[in-house]
């Protein structure tokens, strides 16, 4: 399980490049993202693991004056492969990884991000990624 909340002020979907933190491709403002979800790790082979992740995120629709305009759902789904470092005794570890993120349902978004966002796809491919963790 795990809590997940973050903030951002540019459409997930665009690929790396230029487009990526323009400002012609800005919100008129930012999306502020809470959610819980779920995640299944399978290993493969020595650390090799892959994984799934599924959260709702409930978001938060913020206009450039600081005021909520809107609230809204997303269904956040990551497929994730990496490799399971450990350390200290088999405690600590780190897992990098590589992943492709997608979400399928995007609901109740304001017109003037909608106009944005509605011009990348809903998936984004090859994301980095990082866990660190602590196994009791």
């Known amino acids: 399980m795990e809590a997940i909340t973050w903030t951002y002020r540019h459409p997930v979907g665009i690929p790396y490049g230029t487009a ?5 491709e800005a919100f008129p403002g930012h999306v502020r993202s809470y959610g819980f979800g779920m995640a299944f790790q399978h290993y493969l082979w020595y650390g090799f693991y892959t994984a799934i992740h599924v959260t709702p995120f409930l978001q938060d629709y913020i206009n450039d004056q600081k005021k ?3 609230q809204g759902f997303q269904l956040f789904i990551t497929l994730r492969l990496g490799y ?42 090859f994301e980095p990624g990082l866990h660190i963790g602590y196994k009791f």
């Open 20 to 24: 990526k933190n323009s400002d012609a």
């Open 68 to 70: 909520s305009i809107q």
């Open 84 to 125: 399971h470092i450990r350390f200290f005794d088999d405690h600590l570890f780190i897992e990098p990884s590589i992943a492709f993120t997608y979400w399928p349902i995007n609901t109740n978004i304001p017109s003037s991000f909608a106009a944005i966002e509605n011009r990348w796809p809903n998936y984004f491919l």
